[in-house]
């Protein structure tokens, strides 16, 4: 194994090496390939079409699907226009897919998160994020933590790709080190930073193969471009808290497993260190 995952661990580490936490403190963002294996990918892409194929002809977002707009309007909420059918987004992913669910509950995910964190390991948020073929509109520059500025913010979240992110499909880009400037103001459509604000000279692709985990910090500076290519670019994303912030009020009470009356979703509890 070339890089990190089970067995090649270092010392006191549960997933990563000691080079990939170092980079990620660097560049407040880090890649490893090969995180879920080819039959895994298979297995969650089969399970999101399941899903997503009941929103075939939908017209208007409903529940937890959200749909492409028409034009680049990805940035006013309110556009009117949608593209029937082509789906942008599947909220809260880990109630809508269980193959999604499995993948973000998984052991070995918590143990990399354990890698990253000091604290005992939340849920916060989920979604699939499909930005397909021919047409899946732009995500301008933000910082995850502009969304979460109501909770004590600590997140951490992962994206894996299910298809080949690269830059001709829309990929991530990213500006390595931007998590250490601090929360930007961001405006109040579609949370956005302009790209006056930022040097987005340094920015960089992040191209990610299918299976692969892209793991951010929630202040690093990310974005991606349209989709203008003939091939869809899916990914999976969950939100990782370090403190125990509620997750929706309508989860609470419904004896979800490990989701108590706070509303608090405990993924892990780290070892109680002997004294
Ligand atoms: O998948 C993408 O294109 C970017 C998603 C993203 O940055 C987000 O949802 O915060």
Redesign the pocket.
């Known amino acids: 194994m070339a890089d990190g995952g089970p067995g090649a661990h270092d010392p006191g580490m549960k997933y990563l090496t000691q080079a990939q936490l170092d980079r990620f403190n660097q560049d407040g963002y880090l890649v490893i390939d090969g995180f879920l294996d080819p039959a895994e990918v298979t297995r969650v892409e089969a399970d999101i079409a399941r899903v997503a194929a009941s929103a075939i002809g939908m017209e208007r977002n409903r529940g937890a699907f959200s749909l492409e707009k028409v034009g680049d309007e990805s940035f006013n909420a309110e556009a009117p226009a949608k593209r029937p059918g082509m789906l942008r987004k599947i909220q809260n992913a880990v109630m809508e897919v269980p193959e999604v669910r499995n993948t973000f509950t998984s052991e070995k995910i918590l143990d990399c998160m354990e890698d990253l964190m000091e604290s005992d390991i939340y849920y916060h948020s989920s979604?699939v994020?499909f930005?397909p073929a021919g047409g899946g509109a732009p995500?301008p520059w933000?910082q995850?933590a502009a969304y979460w500025t109501q909770y004590a913010s600590n997140q951490i979240?992962v994206?894996i790709a299910i298809h080949d992110a690269k830059a001709e499909n829309?990929c991530?880009w990213a500006i390595p080190g931007s998590h250490k400037l601090g929360l930007i103001p961001h405006g109040e459509i579609e949370l956005q930073v302009q790209d006056a604000q930022i040097d987005a000279s340094q920015a960089i692709p992040v191209p990610v193969k299918p299976g692969g985990l892209l793991i951010f910090h929630s202040l690093v500076l990310?974005?991606?471009h349209k989709n203008t290519s003939n091939q869809d670019r899916w990914?999976i994303?969950c939100d990782y808290d370090c403190l125990p912030n509620p997750v929706l009020d309508e989860w609470k009470g419904r004896g979800i497993d490990g989701i108590d009356e706070r509303g608090v979703w405990t993924l892990r509890k780290r070892a109680a260190v002997p004294v």
């Open positions: 979604k994020m930005k995500k933000h995850d979240t994206w829309g991530v990310h974005m991606s990914a994303i």
